[in-house]
């Protein structure tokens, strides 16, 4: 395996975008590039088993560091801030920018995209603008949070930010957001046991400040916004019908409800029209199924969609 780190210009005509590119070594025909959209809080680099994985199968793999984040920013005091404005679609336009910069090296092969959390979030936007520049996506640890609720959300960040300022870092807005995710699992050994049963990676992720920052209220307002955009049944139809699509979560994922709300983009998805859509969780595991005690078994079932579709 070939790891690669390299930077491009951010659509925000400020930053840096620090992405990777990991790429199977040796003659052996590239079967298709898989673009990762990394989470909330966290960084692309966390993805190097998967990556490693993928390129032992075949698949170049690729990912950026979002605005705000990882290696993307100027200094730490940047870290959970997208913009002053249209934060998450410069980190939308970002992530397009990473697949133009990639298929130039890899033009004609099936190119898929993966987005976890967050990442999920900005993957159903990018589809609703670029699905038919795509051979499948791959919605990981995602939600079905109501419009109302985001819009609420959303609210609560303007009031806030009137005496604050936006890139106040509120721990209000914080726990509201992700304040439940641990109660199933009480009693909690860390505040991330929500992610996963493998203790050392909770550990890791507990030790990292890349990984341990609060967002800023205009990343909150942004990430709200984006939540509100993907739940309406008219954006959801501005993907093509035929798009391989593959909803994948751990059954005691909070951020999916357990299932329930995984199952509910499922059926929002046929709803909508669209008809190459599938459906899997694994239960028993947590928000970070790449990060599970089964993620082999995870691994394995998801080269073998990316080869059938």
């Given amino acids: 395996m070939i790891k690669k780190h390299f930077h491009f210009s951010s659509s925000d005509g400020i930053h840096k975008i620090h992405g990777i590119m990991w790429r ?8 298709g590039v898989l673009q990762i959209v990394h989470g909330m809080v966290e960084f692309i ?5 998967f990556a490693a994985f993928m390129c032992s199968k075949g698949f170049v793999v690729a990912g950026e ?20 404005k249209n934060g998450m679609g410069f980190v939308v336009e970002d992530n397009y920018r ?11 092969k099936p190119y898929f995209i993966l987005g976890h959390s967050m990442g999920s979030f900005i993957t159903r936007l990018f589809i609703m603008k670029y699905s038919n520049e795509i ?16 819009g609420i959300g959303g609210a609560l960040t303007r009031v806030i930010a009137l005496f604050k300022g936006w890139k106040y870092r509120s721990t209000f807005i914080n726990n509201m957001a992700f304040g439940s995710y641990n109660k199933r699992f ?6 991330y046991d929500w992610l996963t049963k493998d203790k050392a990676i909770v550990d890791a992720y507990s030790a990292d ?46 951020v999916g409800g357990f299932g329930k709300g995984v199952r509910g983009v499922f059926e929002k998805f046929k709803a909508a029209g669209l008809k190459n859509v599938s459906m899997k969780l694994y239960e028993g595991d947590r928000h970070e199924i ?5 993620k082999k078994t995870v691994y394995e079932d998801l080269v073998k969609w990316l080869i059938q579709s």
Avoid: W
């Fill in 186 to 191: 009480a009693p909690a050994r860390t505040p």
């Fill in 45 to 49: 680099e966390r993805y190097d088993d």
């Fill in 65 to 84: 560091d979002h605005l705000g984040h990882g290696g993307s920013v100027n200094s730490s005091e940047e870290y959970g801030y997208f913009a002053k």
């Fill in 290 to 294: 790449l990060n599970e005690t089964d």
């Fill in 98 to 108: 990473l697949k133009k910069h990639m298929e130039r090296e890899f033009a004609g």
């Fill in 135 to 150: 051979s499948g996506a791959i919605i990981m640890g995602t939600g079905n949070q109501p419009p109302l609720l985001a």
């Fill in 209 to 254: 400040e890349r990984c341990t920052f609060l967002f800023t209220l205009s990343a909150y307002k942004d990430l709200f916004g984006a939540v509100s955009e993907i739940g309406k049944v008219d954006n959801i139809r501005k993907v093509r019908e035929d798009l391989p699509l593959l909803i994948v979560s751990g059954g005691d994922d909070p």
């Fill in 24 to 31: 199977p070594d040796g003659e052996n025909e590239i079967k």
